[in-house]
């Protein structure tokens, strides 16, 4: 029996892989974008902690931040997968339920892409705020702005100009990181590639065009944040 070609695995036809594939890079998206997104709110609140907040709760901001970027992030989605599991669980048990429960593999991953990415964002955000000039936050309050209409109209944009940049290289690295969550057993990219390649025994031809989707996905929203920049520094001088 002949062994199926490279085209005829990543095809869309009968006995093609392409679909698993576009699924699997689909979900991939899915994580990334869930898990940056988390990772942005916890950013900005730690961001505000380490510059307007009191000694414990800087305290509390420099601990995550430290204890997040120091270990793996594999270890991180071990811990809320497995941990999330026992806790379940144990939920389940007070209530009458027998056996395991098993924590939801996309959440599990979702949430721990989304902590460690907060981490840095975190740390984004803060030098991003450094970086607002004060004559312009001074210049708001001459002209009598509130607080909040100069946390809108001035602190809140100037603050997103500059730290588009260091959101780009995070959401990078948030792409590649949902590759781990493949351990949890959710379908993602690289998932699929596994499956493919043990099923077919043509392990390179998967890990080759996962490769080339991760490539393109990293690409095309490479593009995108790079336009964002561009949008939002419009106006500005450039030297």
């Known amino acids: 029996m002949n062994q199926p070609g490279f085209l005829d695995v990543i095809s869309f036809g009968p006995g093609g892989w392409g679909a698993a ?21 916890i950013g900005t609140f730690g961001a505000w902690a380490k510059i307007s907040g ?6 509390i901001a420099d601990g995550y931040t430290t204890v997040l970027r120091g270990i793996p992030d594999l270890l991180v989605i071990y811990l809320f997968y497995f941990g999330g599991s026992a806790a379940v669980t144990a939920i389940g048990r007070f209530f009458g339920s027998e056996g ?14 989304g902590i460690t990415s907060g981490a840095q964002q975190t740390e984004v955000f803060r030098g991003a705020f450094k970086a607002v000039h004060r004559g312009e936050i001074e210049a708001a309050i001459a002209c009598g702005m509130s607080r909040a209409l100069r ?3 001035i602190i809140a944009p100037l603050t997103l100009r500059h730290a588009l940049p260091g959101m780009g290289n995070v959401w990078q690295v948030v792409l ?8 949890t057993g959710v379908a993602e990219l690289l998932r699929q590639a596994q499956v493919g390649a043990g099923s077919t025994g043509m392990p390179f031809n998967f890990y080759v065009v996962a490769g080339a989707i991760y490539l393109m ?17 419009r106006g500005v001088r450039r030297n």
């Open 100 to 113: 395991f429960i098993g924590f939801p593999g996309f959440l599990a991953g979702a949430l721990a892409v």
């Open 21 to 41: 594939l576009l699924a699997g890079a689909w979900m991939t998206i899915l994580i990334a974008i869930s898990g940056f997104l988390i990772g942005s709110i």
């Open 217 to 233: 996905i990293s690409t095309i929203s490479g593009a995108l944040l790079q336009w964002s920049e561009r949008y939002f520094s």
């Open 151 to 153: 946390f809108r109209r």
């Open 176 to 183: 590649k990181e949902s590759a781990l969550v493949s351990i």
């Open 54 to 59: 009191g000694r414990t709760i800087r305290g």
